[in-house]
């Protein structure tokens, strides 16, 4: 709903629903007014690379703009998008930050660090080749010449499609700062468990033989790295709240894969 106070006058919006039976309409039509072009789908197949499939079926666009349905964009982002791809014609698929902010006021102060300092590192993933598609841009050629999402997957697929584009155009992604959406935090340690459920076994369905001993290791090691190249400015409390929340979503991840003998 955020891009009906858009800058930018030349869009079109595409809803895509595959949660359930309720159909968002209504509060679509009562938020933008007649000047938008504006398609609602249903989708019936899970997931959502199926939904982000259907979308890009009925784009009439040449640049193919994702975000989530929790996400803010902010007033200046589809315009700021055009300007970039207009100056670079070489470039096939940007992202930007995704900020964090507090959706809840009842969110513990070590939640939000945690989320603040590790979640959507946007320059770190465009700099490896793919962004997340709660704020991922691509040129609809380079889908058209790669594929779509692939629908099997629950999670991660949005790595694994950022880094077909790159492979197919190598040094053609870019990120931009001014490229920027806001993400509410999630408000309790059972829904961090749950993100990181759902990423986990997305990884393990792309990338099982792979995951150890890497993942093992990095389990260890990622939550200090972490603090030390994002939180290292911080106060010492808010680090230490900060890694006791990160080493506990860590193990849950290694309890996991334990769970499913990804180890053996």
């Known amino acids: 709903m955020a891009l009906s106070k858009s800058e930018f006058d030349s869009f079109e919006v595409i809803v895509v629903n595959n949660a359930n039976d309720e159909a968002p309409g209504d509060l679509i039509n009562q938020v933008f ?6 398609t609602l789908l249903k989708e019936p197949k899970t997931g959502s690379y199926a939904a982000r499939n259907k979308g890009i079926q009925y784009a009439k666009g040449d640049l193919l703009a ?43 102060d070590d939640l939000f660090l945690f989320q603040k300092y590790f979640a959507f590192r946007q320059k770190d993933n465009l700099k490896k080749g793919w962004s997340v598609t709660a704020n991922m841009i691509v040129r609809k050629t380079a889908v058209e010449a790669i594929g779509g999402f692939n629908e099997t997957s629950k999670s991660g697929g949005d790595r694994e499609f950022g ?50 001993p890497t993942y093992f ?48």
């Open 33 to 38: 007014d007649k000047n938008h072009n504006i």
């Open 163 to 212: 880094l077909r584009v790159t492979s197919h155009y190598p040094g053609r992604t870019h990120y931009f700062e001014d490229v920027c959406v806001q993400h509410p935090v999630r408000p309790s340690l059972q829904e961090i468990y749950k993100k990181k459920e759902r990423i986990v076994y997305g990884q393990l369905r792309l990338y099982r033989k792979r995951l150890f």
């Open 66 to 108: 994702f975000t989530d349905a929790d996400c803010i964009p902010e007033s200046n982002w589809l315009q700021n998008i055009a300007k970039h791809f207009e100056q670079n014609s070489d470039l096939m698929m940007i992202g930007g930050p995704i900020h964090q902010f507090k959706d809840d006021l009842g969110v513990p």
């Open 217 to 264: 290791i990095n389990s260890f090691f990622f939550p200090l790295y972490n603090v030390v190249k994002y939180a290292r400015h911080d106060t010492l409390s808010n680090i230490m709240k900060v890694l006791n929340v990160a080493y506990k979503e860590r193990f849950y991840a290694v309890k996991i894969l334990f769970k499913e003998r990804a180890f053996f």
